[in-house]
C-alpha cells in the first residue's frame, strides 16, 4: 500500500530544479506532499484531488495523473531552506487510511 | 491559533511497561491521525478518527496499541507491555476532513519513545 518514491535522495545547487515522484499501486482518491526537516514534524505543500482540484503554496506545483496513479512534486529555482525529506502521502478510492511513501532527501547546496 | 499539540515530548520506559500518549488537536478539526516513525524512516498509519464515526484501526501494528479520542477532541494511545521494537516517534496530526482527505493535515511536534 505504501507508495514509492524516487528518486531516494538528490543533492541540488541552489537554483537549480528538481522533481520528485510518487506512484501507488492502489486507485488514489487523493495525493498530498509534505516536507520535514530534521528532528521537525511534516510540513503540508500541496494537495492534488481526484478530478483535478489542487490546494498548495504559490512556489509549489505538483501533477496527479489519475489513470497511472501518480504524481509528481516540481521544484524550481531551489533554494537552501528546500533541504528535507519530501513525502507524499495517499488517501485510497476506499478507506480511511493514509500511506506515506518512502521519502526523498533532497539537499540544496551554496 | 494554537497547532497541534502532544505530550509528553519524551519518554523513556522499560521493556514491559506500559505508557499512554496524549494529543490535542487543532479545535474544530474533527479528523485526527496517528502515525509512528522510526528512525530514519517514513511515516506508517496506526489510526484514523473522523467525529463520532467508528475509528480505522486497521494500521495498528499489534493488539497492545489502542487509542481513543474523548469528546471529539483530545486522544490518547495507549501502548501495553512496550517493546524494543516500539521504539520511535509517535506523530498526531488533524485536519478538516472533506471527502476523505481533501484537507492538509496539520502535524504536532511528535513524542520520541524509547523503550530500554
Known amino acids: 500500500q505504501q507508495p514509492v518514491q524516487s528518486p531516494q535522495a538528490v543533492i541540488l545547487r541552489e537554483g537549480e530544479d528538481a522533481v520528485i515522484n510518487c506512484s501507488s499501486s492502489k486507485a488514489l482518491y487523493s495525493v498530498h506532499w509534505y516536507r520535514q526537516k530534521h528532528g521537525e514534524a511534516p510540513v503540508f505543500l500541496m494537495i492534488?484531488?481526484?478530478?483535478?482540484e489542487q490546494k498548495g503554496h504559490e512556489k509549489i506545483s505538483a501533477s496527479f495523473n489519475e489513470k497511472k496513479q501518480q504524481s509528481s512534486l516540481y521544484l524550481t529555482a531551489s533554494q537552501l531552506s528546500y533541504s528535507g525529506t519530501y513525502f507524499c502521502?495517499?488517501?485510497?478510492?476506499?478507506?480511511?487510511?493514509?500511506?506515506f511513501g518512502t521519502g526523498t532527501s533532497l539537499t540544496v547546496i551554496p | 491559533g494554537a497547532g497541534v499539540s502532544q505530550s509528553p515530548s519524551n519518554k523513556v520506559t522499560e521493556k514491559g511497561k506500559d505508557v499512554e500518549l496524549r494529543c490535542d488537536p487543532i479545535s474544530g478539526h474533527t479528523a485526527l491521525y496517528w502515525y509512528r516513525q522510526s528512525l530514519g524512516q517514513g511515516l506508517e498509519f496506526l489510526i484514523y478518527?473522523?467525529?463520532?464515526?467508528?475509528?480505522?484501526k486497521s494500521g495498528l501494528p499489534s493488539d497492545r496499541f489502542s487509542a481513543e479520542r474523548t469528546g471529539g477532541s483530545v486522544s490518547t494511545l495507549t501502548i501495553q507491555r512496550t517493546q524494543q521494537e516500539d521504539s520511535a516517534v509517535y506523530l498526531c496530526?488533524?485536519?478538516?476532513?472533506?471527502?476523505?482527505?481533501?484537507?492538509?493535515?496539520?502535524f504536532g511536534p511528535g513524542t520520541r519513545l524509547t523503550v530500554t
Open positions: 492534488l484531488l481526484k478530478g483535478g
Open positions: 478518527f473522523q467525529g463520532n464515526s467508528a475509528p480505522d
Open positions: 502521502g495517499t488517501h485510497l478510492n476506499t478507506g480511511n487510511q493514509f500511506y
Open positions: 496530526a488533524s485536519s478538516f476532513p472533506r471527502d476523505r482527505g481533501s484537507y492538509e493535515q496539520y
